[in-house]
């Protein structure tokens, strides 16, 4: 999946997009209001970590130029400490969650990953589809019961495709949450991923609908 992150503090920026790299996200960060604004504008994002004190243009405007321009991705916002009115007008300006500072990465890691499962219409952390179950805590898929070896990238496909399960996902779509915007895009980038993990699974998990794109769905009885 990919985050964009906009925060001004070099510090806070380098160690947080470090945390989200680790834990397995594409990151793309940003130091500046306006150029974050305009990613989170023009790029596909599964959600955003938004800074609030910025020095361009500061988060709350960008937060309510995105919502006012349809853009939904689920934001969680970082607010000055005990400052209970930025809290208010970050909720009211569409904000999904926030996060005050100081914070501890463990806890802006469990709550990003509760936005972005509760966008997804998923309460519980882990998702079941067939034999194949995902631990997005654990970032681990199973299939009965016995842990597939993914890499990073692959994680993210299947963990793309399971959490907007039912759902076909357009292949442009899967390229832009499954690379950085700083990465040239491959046109086969994604199909060839796909095949990748295919063979690794044993089960007929990610299908294909020509010309449209990937889906992952409860399978109906076989008839
Ligand atoms: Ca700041």
Redesign the pocket.
């Known amino acids: 999946m990919r985050i964009l992150l906009i925060?001004?503090?070099d510090r806070i920026r380098e160690d947080v997009c470090r945390a989200l790299e680790a834990a397995g996200y594409i990151v793309d960060s940003e130091a500046s209001g306006e150029e974050g604004w305009f990613l989170g504008d023009t790029e596909v994002y599964g959600a955003v970590v938004l800074?609030?004190?910025?020095p361009d243009m500061d988060g709350l405007t960008i937060l309510k130029k995105w919502r006012r321009e349809g853009r939904d991705m689920p934001v969680l916002v970082l607010t000055a400490r005990g400052s209970w009115s930025e809290r208010v007008e970050g909720i009211d300006a569409g904000a999904d969650d926030y996060l005050p500072k100081p914070f501890h990465i463990e806890e802006l890691l469990a709550r990003l990953r509760a936005i972005v499962r509760r966008t997804n219409g998923q309460a519980d952390p882990t998702v079941t589809v067939g034999d194949a179950q995902l631990d997005t805590r654990q970032m681990r898929l199973s299939i009965k019961g016995v842990p597939v070896a993914l890499s990073p990238q692959e994680y993210r496909l299947v963990s793309f495709l399971m959490l907007n399960k039912g759902r076909v996902v357009p292949q442009q779509e899967l390229a832009e949450h499954l690379q950085s915007v700083h990465f040239e895009r491959e046109s086969n980038a994604v199909e060839v991923l796909v095949g990748r993990v295919r063979r690794k699974l044993s089960t007929k998990l990610i299908q294909t609908r020509r010309g449209f794109g990937y889906i992952v769905e409860d399978q109906a009885e076989d008839i």
């Open positions: 925060e001004d503090d800074d609030l004190g910025l």
